[in-house]
């Protein structure tokens, strides 16, 4: 058994974050049924690279779904959609705040027939202040958290992630919040709202800047690889070209590292005791670290690393990840096998439960794939199917 089985999920969401939550929550088992418009499928298909012209990264996001087309802003749509959420435990939306509302499709209508409806509105800004009105994507997400100001090297701009950072941040709180109310709701009977902007749930990781400021007006500086409160810490060319991090957020890895690479007298200096101490001795640390490993290969860098219990890790890119011995032995890497593209390798489930694992059991599938059978079973039967499809309800 999966532990999420029986928890049905409704998604009318696209893209990224909402999207990506439900992924978390159908990997664990949860029934979650995917919605598309008829016409305006998921910008997320098209997003990405593509293998014979199938989008990659919508075939990760969709994984474990069925899929079906509705209509949402005609009244036969939303109709469907009541029924829909009538037998859910969860409805995922990502839609403006307010445009629920607007089709007739807001919590009190959705609660009438459900009252332990667990609605998840994930926006760019929340459901209420004054930006609520605002169109938001994770890269406004990344630069008004504080992520943007604090990354970056110390002579150069503000640095967004070449990746979606805000949206997948975003994308565990909201199940991780879904699970919470889900909880509640064994001790209340009652559904509740899970309001989920992508501003704070990155906000919330970026550490003590904020409190910082506040009590003592400072601000945290842009230190590009290097940490304001430890040394060593960066990445490092090795001889063959390739590059290494290092770690040493203990003062005993420190010591390790800076006796490894030939420099131990440093550890007896009474500066090098405390974070705060190295990190004013940035320089010279960093320039013994990386003098030690630029002359060596990548390879003699970790064992030697290893071999001192030093903490240091190869930089890798995706063809690396693939080939590692390690995440092949954990089974890190995914294999599903897909109608449309083969064999699809993709990250697999983020966390291993011993007694009732998650699993990946195929991926992202067409377009309204499923309406059918997810229609069906609310009494659709294939003549009022047929009438739907010519009305454009589906």
Do not use: C
């Not at 499928?41 to 989008?55: E, F, L, N, V, Y």
């Not at 474990?64 to 969860?90: C, E, I, W, Y």
């Not at 390739?242 to 500066?271: C, K």
Request: no cysteine; net charge negative; proline share 7%.
């Amino acid at each position: 058994m999966r532990p999420l089985e029986g928890i049905r999920v409704v998604e009318a969401a696209t893209l990224f974050a909402a999207p990506m939550a439900t992924m978390l929550l159908a990997d664990f088992g949860a029934d979650v049924v995917k919605l598309e418009h008829p016409r305006r499928p998921d910008p997320a298909r098209g997003h990405g690279p593509a293998k014979d012209g199938t989008g990659l990264w919508f075939k990760a996001l969709s994984r474990n779904k069925r899929h079906a087309t509705l209509d949402l802003s005609h009244p036969d749509g939303q109709a469907l959609f009541v029924r829909l959420a009538a037998g859910a435990d969860v409805v995922v939306e990502n839609f403006r705040p307010g445009t629920l509302e607007r089709w007739n499709l807001g919590w009190d209508v959705l609660t009438a027939e459900n009252p332990g409806l667990v609605l998840a509105r994930v926006s760019g800004f929340g459901q209420d202040g004054p930006y609520a009105h605002r169109a938001g994507f994770g890269t406004l997400a990344e630069a008004m958290s504080g992520f943007a100001a604090l990354n970056g090297e110390p002579d150069g701009p503000p640095l967004l992630p070449p990746l979606a950072l805000a949206d997948g941040v975003t994308a565990l709180a909201t199940a991780f919040a879904i699970l919470a109310a889900l909880r509640a709701r064994e001790t209340t009977g009652r559904g509740q709202v899970v309001d989920v902007s992508l501003l704070e749930p990155l906000m919330t990781l970026l550490g003590p800047g904020v409190s910082a400021y506040a009590a003592l007006g400072e601000l945290q500086p842009r230190t590009g690889n290097r940490s304001g409160h430890n040394a060593p810490r960066n990445v490092y060319r090795t001889a063959d070209d390739r590059w290494v991090a290092v770690s040493s957020s203990a003062t005993s890895i420190a010591e390790r590292v800076m006796r490894l690479v030939g420099r131990g007298e440093l550890v007896d200096e009474p500066w090098f005791a405390t974070g705060a101490g190295r990190v004013a001795h940035v320089d010279e640390i960093d320039g013994a670290v990386a003098s030690w490993i630029g002359a060596r290969t990548r390879d003699e860098v970790l064992d030697a690393f290893d071999a001192a219990g030093a903490a240091a890790g190869p930089v890798y890119d995706a063809q690396d990840v693939l080939a590692d011995p390690h995440f092949e032995a954990r089974g890190t890497i995914a294999t599903v096998e897909d109608p449309d593209v083969g064999p699809l390798r993709l990250p697999g489930v983020l966390a291993r439960l011993g007694a009732t694992p998650g699993e990946i059991r195929w991926a992202g599938r067409g377009h309204g794939a499923d309406t059918a059978d997810v229609l069906a079973g609310l009494g659709v039967d294939a003549d009022e199917l047929e009438r739907l499809r010519e009305r454009g309800v589906v």
